[in-house]
């Protein structure tokens, strides 16, 4: 075998070795994706109600929403929770949740950061 096709055939080795290494780690990756996405569906499924954000009372102080759970607590909700996408509320008291519609520019402003 010359050169050349030795290279060639170590060069289609090589390459064929990557691809199984990329297709392995794809694998890997969707095999620990695949339980967040099902979870999110599972949680989406539990929301107790669909709650727009003016209906919620805001608390500036510790830059938090709130709206009364049937079980006499509050759903709560974090300001930068809602900045990083979260939109469900949750009851500290209860299993139940809620779902917040919102826009982000419908969002009071951030706190500045304590340093």
């Known amino acids: 075998m010359s050169p050349v096709?030795?290279?060639a055939e170590e060069f289609v080795k090589e390459k064929t070795t990557n691809a199984e290494q990329r297709s392995t780690?794809?694998?890997?990756i969707k095999e620990e994706?695949?339980?967040?996405?099902?979870?999110?569906?599972d949680v989406l499924d539990d929301v107790y109600e669909n709650i727009p954000l003016d209906q919620m009372k805001f608390h500036a102080e510790k830059s938090l929403f709130t709206y009364q759970c049937p079980c006499?607590?509050?759903?709560e909700i974090y300001l930068d929770e809602m900045y990083e996408?979260?939109?469900?509320a949750?009851?500290?008291?209860?299993s139940l949740i809620v779902?917040?519609?919102?826009d982000t520019s419908q969002l009071p402003?951030?706190?500045?950061?304590e340093e």
């Open 109 to 113: 402003p951030l706190p500045p950061q």
């Open 99 to 102: 779902k917040v519609i919102f």
């Open 85 to 88: 996408g979260e939109n469900i």
């Open 33 to 41: 994706t695949l339980p967040s996405v099902k979870a999110t569906e």
């Open 25 to 28: 780690e794809s694998a890997r």
């Open 72 to 75: 006499g607590d509050l759903f």
């Open 5 to 7: 096709e030795r290279s």
């Open 90 to 94: 949750h009851c500290p008291s209860c």
